[in-house]
């Protein structure tokens, strides 16, 4: 498995922008996609964001669509997630998840290592 490690949330006001970075650690990172996740209090983890190991492709949900970025550096094995237009019901905990396949995509199943989350706060 590979070790991630998120950074980079906090507070934020609606329409500010915040970035959070995931470093990892461990096995190959470049071949694969990476994903970014997120859960707020009471609701169940939903997907993000999700870029290919290869060409770098990417897929987002409606909810982030033109408002979120999602990048990697491969030479740094790190993948970054820039959110902005901010809105409070962007707050939640949030994940990056390595995919087991070269082109990821929302489903839970085919990511097998997690981060431990960073708190993303949207005040109105």
């Known amino acids: 498995q590979v070790q991630l490690v998120e950074s980079g949330g906090g507070l934020a006001q609606a329409g500010g922008s915040l970035r959070l970075s995931c470093a990892a650690s461990g096995r190959a990172f470049s071949p694969y996609a990476m994903g970014w996740f997120r859960q707020a209090p009471g609701k169940e983890r939903e997907f993000v964001a999700a870029?290919?190991?290869?060409?770098?492709?990417?897929y987002y949900a409606d909810s982030v669509k033109g408002r979120f970025t999602i990048s990697r550096a491969n030479a740094k094995n790190t993948v970054y997630l820039q959110m902005n237009t901010l809105k409070p019901e962007d707050t939640a905990v949030y994940y990056c998840?390595?995919?087991?396949?070269?082109?990821?995509?929302?489903?839970?199943?085919?990511?097998?290592?997690w981060g431990q989350g960073t708190q993303v706060t949207v005040s109105s």
């Open positions: 870029i290919s190991g290869g060409l770098g492709s990417t």
């Open positions: 998840a390595r995919s087991q396949r070269l082109i990821g995509g929302p489903d839970f199943d085919e990511y097998d290592s």
